[in-house]
C-alpha cells in the first residue's frame, strides 16, 4: 500500500475538484427544464446539511446509485461532521461506489485513508475486495489475482475471508475463460480446508454457491463443458451442478429436469454442507410439484421365462427404493408380456411413462415393431438385437450384442496377446454359423486371419471328434507356416465342456479357448469343472459377482438383506435400467433426438454391470468384462498372467514335440542299424531329422 499512499497526497487536490465539477453539473442540470437527475428537494438551514448529505447518501447507496452515492459520501468526508466509525463507513461506501463507476483512483484514495483510520481495516474482506476490483478496473488483471491469491494461501487470515476470496479470485479467472486452473486451485483450496474440516469445507460451498448466482450463463455453461462426468458430483463441480439445477427450477418448463438433477445431487453429491440442496429447493417448493410419473417394464412374468422377468423387477425394485429414500420419485409399472391384453395395457399407460424397458423377447418385440407402437414412446429393449428395427431411432438396447462379444475377445486376441492365426468351431446351426460369421467379419477388420472354420452336429457328441479333427486339418494346412493360435467356440458351456478335451486328444493343448457369454450361466451350476482343459480359456459376460463398484455392493448387499436371492446379470440390468431412467428425467413425447441427447449425460453414472454407453446416434455398446473358468466358477483374467501361461504351455508343447521326434528317430535309428540296405528307412530317418532341425530352429527364433 506504500504507493496507494504515495498517490493520495497527489489526487487529493484533483478529487476537490471533480468534486466541484460534479456539484455544478448538478445545478446546472437541476436548472434544465428535463431533468436527468434527481431533486434533492428544499433547501434546508446550513446547521442541517450534514444529516441531510448523511440521509442521502445512505438512499444513494441502497438505491445502488453509484455515482450519486461517490459524490455525497465524497462531500461529507470533506464537509461532514462525522464520528470515527461513520467516517469508516464512509470510506468503505465511497472506495465501492468508485469501483462500481470505473474510477479506481479514488477507490485506493478512500483505502488509503481507511486504512490510517484504522489500521485493522486490513484484515476485512471488504477492504481487499474494493481493492482488488481496483486493480481490476485499472486493468491489472494479474495483480488483482495475484493479491487474491495471496489471501487464499495466508493462513493468518480467517477461513471465511481466505474463502470469500478464493470464490473471488475464480469469479474473475471464468470471466477470462480460464476454467481448468480455476477449477483445480479451488479444489485444492478446498482439500486443504483447516480444522473443522467439513465446517470450513461447508463455509466454501455456501460462498461459492452464493457467488454462481450472478454468473453469466455462458460461463456456466463453459463450466460445465469442463466438468469430468466422474467428478460431477464431487466440489466444485457439485456446487455448479446445483447452481444449473436452481437455474432450472426457475422455468416451469424445465422444472422436472430440474428436480430430478436435485435429487441425484442429494443422494449422489459429495456436500460437506448436507442442508445446502434442500436450502437451494426450497424456494421453488411450493409453485412446483414433484415430477410425477415413471417408468414401464415390459416382461414376461408368467410362463417359461417368469424367472428372468422376476429377477429385473427385484432389481428395478432395489432401485427404486434407493431413489425414494434419497427423497426422489420414481413409479414403476410392471406389464406381462405373457397375457393376452399386453398391448393393450402398454398403449393404455399414462404419458408420464415416458420409458419402457423391454421386451425380453424378441417374438414380442416384432409385436410392438409390427403394431407401430415403437413410435409412441422410447422403448430399451433387453435383447442383443433390434433385428429390422434401427437402433437408436426406433428404439434402444439394453443389453450386450453379440458384437459386444467379439469385440472384448477379439481385443484380448489380437490387440493385446498379437495373436493373427484364429479358427471357429461352431455348431451346425443358425445361431453357430450367424456368431462364425460375425466373429470372422470382425477378424478380418483387424487384420487377423481364420486359418479354419469348421462345424460339428449339435447334440451329437459321438461325432465331434471328428469335427475337431478335420478342423485342426483344416487349420494347419491353411494357416500356413504360421501356427494356429485361438479358436472361438461359440457354444454353451455343457458343449465346451466336452467339445475342448477333443482338442487335447489331438495334442493341441496350446489354443487360446474363446467362448461366448452363454459360458456364465453353466458355469454358475457346475461344480466339476476339469480346469486343466480350461488354463487358456476366456469368456465375456456383463455381470461380474465381485465387481467392487458402489452399485453392484448396493445391489448384493440390498438383495441378500431382503432374503430376495443372490444378485446376477438379470436383477443388476433392472437396477441400472432403472438408475438411468431417472437420469433421464421427464420426457413429453420424446423425439429420437431428445433421447439420444439425454443418454449423454445419464449414461455418466456408475453401474453395477458392466457399463453401457451409446453413441450420439443411440447405438449402443457394452464394455464387456472378461473371466476365465475355475474350479469354482470363473474369475476376471489378467492379460499379462495369461499371455505367459500361453507361452508356458507352449514351450512345454514345443519340448514334448522335440523328445517325441528325437525319439521316433531313434526307434528309426536303430532299425536302420540292422538294415542298413534299407532305403525306405534311411529315408524316413533323414526326413524327421530335416523336420526336427526345422522345428528347432523356429523354436529359437520364437524365443
Known amino acids: 500500500m506504500k504507493n496507494a499512499r504515495d498517490r ?24 434544465c427544464a428535463k431533468k436527468s437527475l434527481p431533486s434533492y428537494g428544499d433547501p434546508v438551514p446550513r446547521a442541517d446539511t450534514a444529516t441531510l448529505d448523511t440521509r442521502d447518501a445512505q438512499a444513494a447507496w441502497d438505491a445502488k446509485d453509484y455515482a450519486r452515492s ?8 470533506d464537509h461532514g461532521t462525522l464520528s470515527p466509525d461513520e467516517k469508516k463507513t464512509a470510506l468503505y461506501r465511497l472506495g465501492r461506489s468508485a469501483v462500481e463507476i470505473q474510477h479506481p483512483h479514488i477507490a485506493l484514495d478512500a483505502l488509503d485513508q481507511l486504512s490510517r483510520l484504522d489500521p485493522a481495516s486490513r484484515k476485512t474482506w471488504e477492504w481487499h475486495s474494493i481493492f482488488a476490483d481496483a486493480l481490476l478496473s485499472q486493468g491489472k488483471r494479474g495483480a488483482a489475482q495475484d493479491h487474491l491469491r495471496a489471501l487464499t494461501d495466508n493462513t493468518s487470515y480467517t477461513w471465511e475471508l481466505r474463502t470469500k476470496a478464493a470464490v473471488a479470485l475464480a469469479l474473475q479467472q471464468w470471466q477470462a475463460r480460464d476454467f481448468d486452473d480455476s477449477l483445480r486451485e479451488l479444489d485444492s483450496f478446498y482439500a486443504a480446508a483447516p480444522e473443522p474440516v467439513e465446517q470450513s469445507q461447508a463455509g466454501l460451498e455456501r460462498q461459492l454457491a452464493e457467488a454462481l448466482h450472478e454468473l453469466a450463463t455462458p460461463t456456466l455453461n463453459g463450466l460445465e463443458q469442463v466438468t469430468p462426468a466422474e467428478r460431477r458430483f464431487a466440489f466444485p463441480y457439485s456446487v455448479l451442478q446445483l447452481e444449473k439445477a436452481r437455474r432450472l427450477a426457475a422455468d416451469s418448463a424445465s422444472w422436472p429436469r430440474a428436480w430430478n438433477l436435485f435429487t441425484e445431487l442429494n443422494r449422489d453429491g459429495q456436500f460437506a454442507d448436507k442442508n445446502l440442496v434442500a436450502r437451494s429447493m426450497a ?18 412374468l408368467s410362463g417359461p421365462y417368469s424367472e428372468i422377468g422376476w ?14 429414500m434419497a427423497g426422489g420419485q420414481m413409479d414403476i409399472r410392471t406389464v406381462n408380456t405373457e397375457s393376452p391384453d399386453w398391448m393393450d395395457q402398454i398403449k393404455a399407460l399414462p404419458k408420464g411413462y415416458s420409458v419402457v424397458g423391454g421386451p425380453l423377447r424378441t417374438a414380442k418385440f416384432k409385436q410392438l415393431e409390427k403394431s407401430g407402437m415403437l413410435a409412441n414412446r422410447p422403448f430399451f429393449s433387453f435383447l442383443p438385437s433390434l433385428g429390422s428395427a434401427t437402433e437408436g431411432e426406433d428404439a434402444w438396447r439394453f443389453f450386450p450384442s453379440q458384437k459386444d462379444q467379439l469385440r472384448v475377445l477379439l481385443n484380448l486376441a489380437v490387440d ?24 470372422s467379419q470382425a477378424a478380418a477388420d483387424r487384420l487377423a486371419h481364420v486359418a479354419g472354420s469348421t462345424s460339428y452336429p449339435p447334440g451329437q457328441p459321438t461325432k465331434w471328434g471328428k469335427s475337431v ?5 483344416q487349420a494347419r494346412s491353411d494357416s500356413g507356416a504360421q501356427r494356429l493360435q485361438a479358436v472361438f467356440l461359440p457354444d454353451s458351456w455343457e458343449t465346451a465342456r466336452q467339445l475342448v478335451p477333443q482338442l487335447f486328444y489331438y495334442d493341441e493343448d496350446r489354443l487360446l479357448i474363446l467362448g461366448p457369454s452363454l459360458w456364465a450361466q453353466g458355469l454358475e451350476h457346475d461344480k466339476n469343472i476339469e480346469a486343466r482343459y480350461f488354463r487358456l480359456a476366456v469368456f465375456p459376460s456383463a455381470w461380474w459377482p465381485e465387481n467392487p463398484s458402489a452399485p453392484a455392493q448396493t445391489l448384493r448387499t440390498e438383495l441378500e438383506q431382503d432374503a430376495s436371492g443372490r444378485a446376477d446379470l438379470w436383477t443388476a440390468i433392472g437396477y441400472d435400467f432403472i438408475r438411468l431412467a431417472e437420469r433421464l428425467g421427464q420426457m413429453e413425447e420424446p423425439s429420437a433426438t431428445d433421447v439420444n441427447r439425454a443418454l449423454q449425460g445419464a449414461q455418466e453414472m456408475d453401474w453395477s454391470m458392466a457399463p453401457l454407453e451409446w453413441t450420439y446416434d443411440g447405438k449402443a455398446s ?8 475355475t474350479e469354482d466358477g470363473y474369475r476376471p483374467i489378467d492379460p499379462e498372467l495369461l499371455s505367459r501361461r500361453i507361452l508356458r504351455i507352449r514351450a512345454l508343447h514345443d519340448k514334448r514335440e522335440v523328445l517325441r521326434r528325437q525319439a521316433e528317430i531313434d526307434d528309426l535309428q536303430k532299425a536302420l542299424d540292422k538294415k542298413p540296405s534299407d532305403k525306405t528307412l534311411k529315408q524316413r530317418v533323414q526326413a524327421l531329422k530335416i523336420q526336427l532341425e526345422s522345428r528347432l530352429e523356429e523354436m529359437s527364433s520364437a524365443q
Open 416 to 439: 493385446n496377446l498379437d495373436m493373427h492365426s484364429l479358427g471357429v468351431l461352431y455348431p451346425d446351426e443358425k445361431y453357430g454359423a450367424r456368431l462364425s460369421e460375425l466373429f
Open 283 to 300: 424456494p421453488f417448493m411450493e409453485n412446483r410439484a414433484k415430477s410425477t410419473g415413471g417408468v414401464a417394464l415390459a416382461l414376461p
Open 8 to 31: 493520495h497526497d497527489v489526487r487529493t487536490p484533483l478529487r476537490y475538484v471533480i468534486f466541484a465539477l460534479t456539484l455544478a453539473l448538478l445545478f446546472a442540470i437541476s436548472g
Open 469 to 473: 479333427r478335420n478342423f485342426l486339418a
Open 311 to 324: 429377477k429385473i423387477v427385484r432389481g428395478a425394485g432395489v432401485a427404486q427404493w434407493k431413489i425414494l
Open 70 to 77: 461517490e459524490m455525497l459520501y465524497m462531500h461529507l468526508l
Open 622 to 629: 457394452q464394455q464387456l468384462f472378461l473371466f476365465r473358468p
